[in-house]
């Protein structure tokens, strides 16, 4: 059974920067992409980062291009997702997902495996 743990979330000023991680078991992480979506109250999940299997290839969201950077340890199994410069637009449920497929890729559909979430909160 895959599992897919985040932690790291919690509240923050804006301009300030936190570190979510997101622990994987029950598959072979390293042959996967993965990634990062969230969801603010009253709006439908969005997408955030992903990165390939290797971790060669990423992509972010343009709200988030340029202050986000997600990374993954295979030894480790877990992805992170190193946010700065928050806004308090990026308050949301941050959601670690795990592809079927090893390519980044930017669609829910090719994510089948989802964690609990963990909440952002950034404050103004």
């Known amino acids: 059974q895959v599992q897919l743990v985040e932690s790291g979330g919690g509240l923050v000023q804006a301009g300030g920067s936190l570190t979510l991680s997101c622990a994987a078991s029950?598959?072979?992480?390293?042959?996967?992409?993965m990634g990062w979506f969230r969801q603010a109250p009253g709006k439908e999940r969005e997408f955030v980062a992903t990165i390939s299997w290797s971790g060669a290839n990423t992509y972010y969201a343009d709200s988030v291009k340029g202050r986000f950077t997600i990374s993954r340890d295979n030894a480790k199994s877990t992805t992170y997702l190193q946010m700065n410069r928050l806004k308090p637009e990026d308050t949301a449920v941050y959601y670690c997902a795990g592809a079927g497929v090893s390519i980044a890729t930017v669609r829910s559909q090719n994510y089948n495996y989802w964690g609990q979430g963990t909440q952002v909160t950034v404050s103004s």
């Open positions: 029950g598959r072979t992480f390293s042959s996967y992409a």
